[in-house]
């Protein structure tokens, strides 16, 4: 599902479809992130919490409602059915307090704490997302009244911000060290986790309220903190050797430059809002360059996970997705979407999807090699 919204996305993004920017990214943040942190969030919690599964009817249930409620929301709003898109909004805002429900459980019954203060941060995330998706609703429908501006920008804080970034945040001292098979860092302990995860949580509300009040400052001091914080993530992540590095490629540079990215515009978004300057260009190379880049590195770790077979047969695909093109592709489609390139920007997604399609068919479709395994 994931996969398919992101292919989605960048083809409406490089054909031009919809009203500007608004239906690819709507499709990758709402139908691509938010199917792989409906899933990914669950995976992990289960398997490092060493608890109970939910019921497989239950995350069925979730995983429909995100997917289904995307879809109604983007057709919705393209052809102007108010009904179909506060429908399929509402589909995804119930499928995140379902989401929410389920971690909340999984963290009651885990055998060990030590990835508990993920779980919190997914909780505290998944929260803010509902209720910036309820904002989201409001304006589509045209209920946000005199203040539409404003809780647009709520809007967008709390689900990039809050949502997506808390999401990514409280994972990565677990993830960016499974990636390249090492422990992880000794500095990224329980209490510095929690810490750094209430930090980006404050930070996410101080930029909302900024909003809200139409205080330039204050949105940059919460977009300066929240930089401030994912550097402390960044600090929280293994020392990588060299031969870990190597032996994970292209996976691990993509995503240590989507985190980059991540904390490079987030300042930028700060500067924009201090001198209330357009700031969509920033926004759009924060989606690409960081979101987009560690989701598909992520990706790149989990696809040969997720299809098993064996160490012969994992060890194929992890060969599969070490893709330099995607990694220069998605740098590049960052690049020209900051400066406004847009032919550039449509030539570099096209690029970057169809290296996606290749890997991901690589990896669906047997081979040779996967018959003798």
Same mark, same amino acid.
């Given at each position: 599902?994931?996969?398919? =919204? ?17 239906? !690819? ?59 179909? =898109? ?28 030590? =990835?508990? !203060? ?42 990039? =911000? ?10 990565? !001292? @677990? ?142 695909? @992890? ?27 449509? @030539? ?26």
């Amino acid at each position: 599902m994931t996969a398919a =919204f992101v292919a989605s996305a960048v083809i409406a993004g490089a054909a031009g479809i919809g009203d500007g920017w608004w239906l !690819p990214l709507h499709l990758f943040v709402v139908g691509a992130l938010l199917t792989a942190i409906s899933a990914v969030t669950q995976m992990l919690a289960v398997t490092w919490s060493a608890a109970p599964a939910p019921r497989p009817d239950v995350v069925a249930t979730q995983r429909g409602l995100v997917a289904a409620g995307t879809i109604a929301l983007v057709v919705g709003r393209e052809t102007g059915r108010t009904r179909l =898109f506060v429908a399929g909004g509402a589909a995804v805002v119930v499928a995140m307090l379902c989401l929410a429900a389920i971690l909340i459980r999984i963290r009651r019954d885990a055998v060990t704490a030590r =990835f508990a !203060p993920a779980i919190e941060a997914y909780v505290s995330a998944v929260l803010a997302g509902a209720v910036g998706m309820t904002i989201g609703i409001l304006l589509g429908a045209g209920r946000a009244g005199s203040n539409a501006l404003e809780l647009r920008e709520v809007h967008l804080t709390l689900n990039v =911000f809050g949502l997506i970034g808390l999401v990514i945040a409280g994972t990565l !001292p @677990f993830f960016a060290a499974t990636q390249v098979r090492s422990k992880m860092s000794p500095r990224a302990t329980p209490a510095l986790m929690r810490a750094t995860s209430a930090v980006l949580a404050a930070a996410t509300g101080v930029t909302a309220v900024g909003h809200l009040a139409a205080e330039p400052i204050i949105v940059a001091s919460g977009l300066v903190v929240y930089a401030l914080g994912l550097v402390a993530v960044g600090a929280m992540l293994p020392i990588y050797a060299r031969k870990r590095v190597s032996w994970a490629g292209p996976r691990v540079v993509q995503l240590v430059a989507g985190i980059a990215w991540w904390i490079a515009m987030t300042g930028a978004l700060a500067v924009t809002s201090r001198r209330e300057t357009d700031d969509r260009a920033v926004l759009q190379a924060l989606v690409i360059g960081g979101f987009a880049q560690i989701l598909v590195a992520s990706l790149a770790y989990l696809g040969p996970v997720l299809r098993g077979g064996g160490h012969r047969r994992l060890s194929a695909g @992890f060969a599969i997705t070490r893709s330099w093109t995607s990694l220069a592709a998605g740098n590049a489609a960052a690049l020209a979407a900051l400066t406004g390139s847009g032919r550039a920007l449509a @030539f570099a997604l096209a690029v970057w999807l169809a290296d996606i399609a290749i890997c991901a068919g690589r990896l669906v479709l047997p081979t040779r090699q996967d018959q003798h395994v």
